[in-house]
């Protein structure tokens, strides 16, 4: 694992582990329902961003590491699967 | 907020902060980057769960309490809220 | 049904069938595949806001004719359901 | 495009376009609002499977071609990235 994408994940894991103590908080207070949905699916927001991050160092490093390709084009390409990937099921 | 909502939705919190504290340890381990992406959509699936729970709650405690229409139809009703929620986006 | 509901859904499914044929021309025409699964994700996108339309409608005709509420909170209600449908599965 | 994926796609979008006029037919008649949700559901699953099989067949023939890779290790690394596009948003 690259080491950016390594401090990156990490660096946001930490704020989604924040928000889901939050969440928690939420319902031991027995806050407005809609209001603890909405901050649930903050952080699956923020988790599915981590996801892409990882994906896309996981194509970058160990899927395309040996294309014999110019580096723009394969930058591309990585672009377009993790453009798709994000916008797969909204 | 329903206590047995309140009770079953903190007992899956719980569970939750649990897995997402293993994706990190995942990430700081360098562990296989679609194996930490696929503990990680546990987890989303996780909150989403969570979610339906509380919505249904909701809708049952503060959204119809007031309708004058036979239990039966009213939990019919209420179950294919939260179904066509479930099946949303996937 | 509403007749608001049913002409808004037919006229947005008239729509989404147009941009569905063009996602089998371009197949046929052998178009780059991320700008196809585009056009289908657009689609996608088209059919879960006719979803909410008919959704909302159905809460509001529905669901909770019957609720001896003021107006104006029954329609905040309902906003607070749909936007979760919404964002559910982004 | 492979021939494979264009035939399979073309095949599956045409069943799909019959259950979208069946969403529009169900419009009409007024038919239970829950139970069109449904079947534009069904819908939406459908082109997401499409789409699936449209990226597997874009990371097969123009990403991945010219890896000095083994067979068996690209096709388990293609696998992996479209189950995940897979799970996504669930």
Known sequence: MNIEVKKESLRRLAIAQ???QK???MVEDEEYCPDIIHQSQAVQSSLKKIDQIILEGHLDCCVLANINAPKAKKEKLIKEIVDLFDKNGK
Chains 1, 2, 3, 4 share one sequence.
Do not use: K, N, W, Y
């Open 18 to 20: 924040g928000h889901l």
């Open 23 to 25: 969440v928690r908080e």
